[in-house]
C-alpha cells in the first residue's frame, strides 16, 4: 500500500512488480501502480528476463538518438 501512494513519485519509468501472491487483492493493488510487466514471486523468471532484456534496448535506443 505505501508503494501505491508514491506513484506519482515514479513518474515515466517502467515498472516491473513481482508480486508475493496471487490473491486477487495484491494483483488489484499491484496494478494501481500500472506496471509494464507484473509476474509473481514464484513464477519462472524467462519472462522477466526478457522483459527487462526489451526495455534495456528501448533506452538505449533512445540515448543514441
Same mark, same amino acid.
Given at each position: 500500500m505505501? /508503494?501505491?501512494?508514491? =506513484?506519482? /513519485?515514479?513518474?515515466? *519509468?517502467?515498472?516491473?512488480l513481482? *508480486?508475493? @501472491?496471487?490473491?486477487?487483492?495484491?494483483?488489484?493493488?499491484?496494478? /494501481?501502480?500500472?506496471?509494464?510487466? +507484473?509476474?509473481?514471486? @514464484? !513464477? @519462472?523468471?524467462?519472462?522477466?528476463?526478457?522483459?527487462? =532484456? =526489451?526495455?534495456?534496448?528501448?533506452? !538505449?535506443?533512445?540515448?543514441? +538518438?
Amino acid at each position: 500500500m505505501e /508503494l501505491v501512494t508514491l =506513484k506519482n /513519485l515514479f513518474g515515466t *519509468l517502467p515498472i516491473i512488480l513481482i *508480486l508475493p @501472491d496471487q490473491q486477487v487483492a495484491t494483483i488489484r493493488m499491484g496494478h /494501481l501502480l500500472q506496471p509494464r510487466f +507484473l509476474t509473481f514471486y @514464484d !513464477s @519462472d523468471f524467462n519472462e522477466l528476463t526478457q522483459v527487462i =532484456k =526489451k526495455i534495456h534496448n528501448t533506452a !538505449s535506443n533512445r540515448v543514441a +538518438l
